[in-house]
């Protein structure tokens, strides 16, 4: 139990580094006057990450009472743009 606790508090650590990457990234877009093509699907992007990480941290707060479901579905990879 002790090794999913780990497991836990470093993913959660990760999710809130790239939430703070993703905040730095849409300050830098909102402080530009122009977007581009690029500037705009790279937002439509760090916007469905930001949603995924919502959806994950639900699913964490609704985990099953069997914790190796829920490991084994944390441990899938999430595509990322």
Request: no cysteine; aromatic share 4%; charged share 30%.
């Amino acid at each position: 139990m002790i090794k999913e606790m780990t497991y836990i508090a470093e993913h959660l650590s990760n999710l809130r580094q790239e939430i703070t990457d993703l905040r730095n990234m849409n300050a830098r877009y909102s402080a530009k006057s122009e977007h581009g093509p690029l500037d705009q699907s790279a937002l439509e992007t760090r916007t469905n990450r930001l949603l995924q990480i919502k959806q994950e941290l639900s699913d964490m707060r609704d985990r099953p009472t069997d914790p190796k479901v829920w490991w084994e579905k944390l441990r899938k990879p999430i595509p990322v743009a």
